[in-house]
């Protein structure tokens, strides 16, 4: 008989009840350090007071008014993207996927605009994630989002990770309007685009006129040490997809774009009830004050060169175990020998939670806020987790 709950995810016999920073405490009373963050989410950890501070305030003063009416939080949060970023507008959601459809339909509307309505497909590449709507499986075109799902929406062109030459042509074509890419893929494993890649994608979109998407719904929000990952190669989007990291838990995504790729968003043309909501929006312009707060970023950098030394250290260590690391930042993936799905579950056994990934590689996503004694911990949690497989002989 069908569970309660659409078995659509195969879960881990683990139910947890309360979360303190970088710990999450499971029914039976077992604290399990957290390097998973919800996927990427809990950019503070679980509890952050400044988070429980805005949302009870919140809560006490207004729930929702509905987008007919101005909403003064959506307003601050709006400002405080545009003030960071390069972006003149933002669109509020309450996931990456909706935001990841929003920028498909507003490279559609762009072109529409400006007369070559024709312009309509976009390019992305293998190993791409942006969500599970018909629009983004369409958009990722890998065959495990997209069987059964058919038929799958027109207009991408997907290309293989890495082919200059093969990206080039597909650019060249006349209707080619959008390129769209995570500066760090995180679901197939943690794949960084080269800074190189990124400059040479903003390049090829400027010669074409192309707009350039960049989803950092996973590496966004000060994960890879910079607010947004693209910084790093001192490039600028069109269009940037934001969610996960910026509601510290409390379900919001956004969309940020320039004045120009914007121009046919207007009234009527695209909405959401929950989108902007006060409550998120209250949490996510407390995300954004400490994440830009004054050396925060800093300590970012200086805890993922201390992890990913601790975590190069494992993998020598452990060397039947685990293959490489590799990342960006607080993002990292540690490609395993082992299935990485037992690793994972090794890590559960010894009260460690990581994610796993694409390409057999297990997720290490720490809070941004977590302490070095909270690193130093969860990667001997993780070691034990990989001498425990040794010993049992995990097959290869
Ligand atoms: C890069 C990327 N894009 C899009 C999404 C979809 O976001 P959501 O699950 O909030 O709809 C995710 C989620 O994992 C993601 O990592």
């Not at 909706?98 to 498909?104: P, T, V, Y």
């Amino acid at each position: 008989m069908i569970s309660p709950v659409l078995p659509s995810y195969a879960r881990a016999p683990l139910s947890f009840v309360k979360g303190e920073g970088s710990w999450m405490i499971e029914a039976d009373g077992r604290r399990f350090l957290d390097f998973g963050s919800g996927i990427a989410v809990m950019a503070l950890g679980h509890g952050h007071p400044a988070l429980v501070d805005a949302l009870k305030a919140q809560a006490d003063k207004l729930w929702h008014t509905s987008n007919l009416y101005t909403v003064p939080e959506q307003v601050a949060l709006a400002e405080r993207l545009v003030e960071h970023t390069f972006a003149d507008t933002v669109f509020f959601c309450n996931s990456g996927t909706e935001a990841a459809e929003l920028a498909i339909k507003m490279a559609r509307k762009y072109w529409h605009e400006s007369g070559q309505p024709e312009r309509s497909t976009i390019l992305t590449f293998d190993g791409a994630f942006h969500g599970r709507s018909m629009a983004a499986i369409s958009a990722a075109g890998s065959e495990k989002l997209t069987k059964g799902f058919g038929p799958l929406l027109e207009g991408f062109e997907h290309l293989p990770f890495g082919d200059h030459d093969a990206l080039r042509a597909a650019a060249a074509q006349p209707h080619v309007g959008a390129i769209m890419v995570e500066p760090v893929q995180g679901e197939s494993g943690i794949r960084p685009l080269p800074d190189q890649c990124l400059k040479g994608l903003r390049d090829l979109c400027d010669e074409h006129g192309l707009l350039l998407i960049l989803d950092e719904i996973q590496c966004g929000m000060g994960r890879t040490g910079r607010l947004f990952a693209h910084e790093w190669a001192g490039i600028a989007p069109d269009i940037m997809l934001v969610a996960k990291g910026i509601g510290g838990g409390y379900p919001l995504g956004a969309l940020l774009a320039t004045e120009g790729a914007a121009k046919g968003m207007t009234a009527g043309t695209h909405g959401s009830t929950y989108g902007g909501n006060p409550l998120g929006c209250a949490v996510g312009a407390a995300v954004m004050d400490e994440v830009t707060r004054e050396g925060f970023l800093d300590e970012v950098n200086r805890k993922a060169g201390l992890l990913r030394q601790k975590l190069e250290g494992l993998v020598a260590a452990h060397p039947e175990v685990f293959d490489e690391v590799r990342g960006a930042g607080l993002m990292i993936g540690v490609k395993c020998k082992v299935t990485n799905t037992d690793m994972v579950q090794a890590g559960y056994e010894a009260e460690v939670l990581t994610v796993p990934g694409g390409d057999n590689v297990i997720r290490v996503l720490p809070a941004l806020t977590i302490s070095e004694d909270e690193i130093a911990e969860g990667v001997a949690r993780l070691d034990a987790a990989a001498s425990a497989l040794e010993r049992q002989g995990a097959p290869a």
